[in-house]
């Protein structure tokens, strides 16, 4: 089944203490990304990966670090969470050049920062 | 800078009815435009996509219709259901064509019975 993991679903962690949140695809996608929700506030762009070893900012990419060394892997790093990056995160993939391009999207991760 | 807007408040219709959903954008020159929808604490899900040079398109109860003059969009389902309520995303790509979606603030419909 075509799917994109992301561990953990829910996080609970105390100020400072770095994090890491998972991404995998199996659809061999070459674009990864990950998203932020925030109440009003929409789903904005963090960080985004057209390939291995190929990442740039999106819209707010302050506190956060990503690393793309194999194309189904795109972990979300926070090395030092504060309590503002309390939020839902997206972690999405996609493909280019296909007739119905789409964004697949993970579960959620839920991360309080306390 | 780049702006995709949808409208904020609530679109409130009667089941049966046709829901009109509308997606502005400013300083994009965008390849083509997405269409998502979203229940609550859950990932998007993909719907359609339109194409810059597609005028229409359409999918079951769907409609997505682009203007690249106007830099607009417009979703609709016609027959609406209760169970179309949920908040609906356009997206366009990043940048020309690279297939990485940035996302509006999204429309919540609520379709009642």
């Known amino acids: 089944e075509a799917q994109v993991t992301q561990n953990p679903r829910y996080l609970i962690t105390v100020t400072g203490k770095k994090l890491t949140v998972t991404c995998s695809q199996n659809?061999?996608?070459?674009?990864m990304s990950w998203y932020r929700q925030d109440p009003g506030l929409g789903l904005r762009q963090i960080y985004y990966?057209?390939?291995?070893?190929?990442?740039d900012k999106g819209d707010v990419p302050e506190g956060y670090k990503v690393s793309r060394k194999e194309k189904r892997n795109f972990p979300l790093i926070l090395e030092s969470p504060s309590p503002n990056q309390t939020s839902l995160y997206f972690c999405?993939?996609?493909?280019?050049?296909?007739?119905?391009?789409?964004?697949?999207f993970g579960q959620g991760t839920r991360l309080t920062v306390v | 800078s780049q702006k995709i807007e949808q409208n904020s408040e609530a679109l409130n219709i009667q089941e049966g009815k046709t829901a009109t959903l509308t997606c502005n954008y400013t300083?994009?020159?965008?390849?083509?435009l997405q269409w998502y929808r979203q229940d609550p604490g859950r990932g998007p899900v993909f719907l359609l996509l339109?194409?810059?040079?597609?005028k229409e398109k359409r999918k079951e109860r769907l409609k997505v219709t682009f203007d690249t003059t106007l830099k607009q969009s417009l979703f609709h389902i016609t027959a609406s259901q209760p169970a179309d309520s949920a908040t609906y995303l356009c997206?366009?790509?990043?940048?020309?064509?690279?297939?990485?979606?940035?996302f509006g603030r999204g429309t919540s419909l609520i379709v009642h019975p």
């Open positions: 990966s057209m390939n291995v070893e190929v990442t």
């Open positions: 997206a366009l790509d990043r940048s020309g064509g690279s297939y990485i979606p940035t």
């Open positions: 999405a993939s996609s493909a280019p050049g296909r007739l119905n391009t789409e964004a697949f």
């Open positions: 300083n994009y020159s965008p390849a083509y």
């Open positions: 339109i194409r810059e040079n597609e």
């Open positions: 659809m061999n996608h070459e674009y």
